[in-house]
T-cell receptor, first 113, second 114 residues
Framework: KAGVTQTPRYLIKTRGQQVTLSCSPI?????VSWYQQTPGQGLQFLFE???????NKGNFPGRFSGRQFSNSRSEMNVSTLELGDSALYLC????????????FGPGTRLLVL | GENVEQHPSTLSVQEGDSAVIKCTYS??????FPWYKQELGKRPQLIID?????GEKKDQRIAVTLNKTAKHFSLHITETQPEDSAVYFC?????????????FGKGTTLSVSS
């Protein structure tokens, strides 16, 4: 099976712009979770989508949003970018049960100038 | 909400030594504890996980122990090799949630010198 893929891999934006990142899960997986990774804060949970519905949400401002399509592909959007949004954004897919392994994508590295 | 503390933040060992990384979690309802290894520039990869009905699990040179009473779990790597050098993250399932959210520790950078 093909692994989790993310596009684009690298992105440079300026403050105030918005950005959309995409994640394609492993075939058959219905759950996609998003995480933000920074040197100072480590891996922080953003939100999870399962069967096109947001099932969980972490402690991030409303500028961070997401959605999931019927084929389980997911997108996350960040509006009004801030310098502090510079990070590696990782998505992970699983079948959707609590104790199932989550498989990570390679990430999208976002730099906000 | 759940909080996961991980120690140490850096660990340097000689090849062949053992390495131990410890994590504590706050929510007693958490029941799934995976460990991920992330090499420089790569994605996190699951190396081992443990569920709350098990106290210990081994996979070759890697073992994880779980103490639910004390709310802590540990990763043990024996006979370390240079290729074990990476950042290791522990995580706990976010309890009382319907989904698969994981709360991660801040990571341990393991350096194995030959």
């Amino acid at each position: 099976k093909a692994g989790v893929t993310q596009t684009p891999r690298y992105l440079i934006k300026t403050r105030g712009q918005q950005v959309t990142l995409s994640c394609s899960p492993i075939s058959g997986h219905r759950s996609v979770s998003w995480y933000q990774q920074t040197p100072g804060q480590g891996l922080q949970f953003l939100f999870e989508y399962f069967s096109e519905t947001q099932r969980n949400k972490g402690n991030f401002p409303g500028r961070f949003s997401g959605r999931q399509f019927s084929n389980s592909r997911s997108e996350m959007n960040v509006s009004t970018l801030e310098l502090g949004d510079s990070a590696l954004y990782l998505c992970a897919s699983s079948g959707g049960l609590v104790q199932e392994t989550q498989y990570f994508g390679p990430g999208t590295r976002l730099l906000v100038l | 909400g759940e909080n996961v503390e991980q120690h140490p933040s850096t660990l340097s060992v000689q090849e062949g030594d053992s390495a131990v990384i410890k994590c504590t979690y706050s929510d007693s309802a958490s029941n799934y504890f995976p460990w991920y290894k992330q090499e420089l520039g790569k994605r996190p990869q699951l190396i081992i996980d443990i569920r709350s009905n098990v106290g210990e699990k081994k996979d070759q040179r890697i073992a994880v122990t779980l103490n639910k009473t004390a709310k802590h779990f540990s990763l043990h790597i024996t006979e370390t090799q240079p290729e074990d050098s990476a950042v290791y993250f522990c995580a706990a399932s976010w309890a009382n949630q319907a989904g698969t959210a994981l709360i991660f520790g801040k990571g341990t950078t393991l350096s194995v010198s030959s």
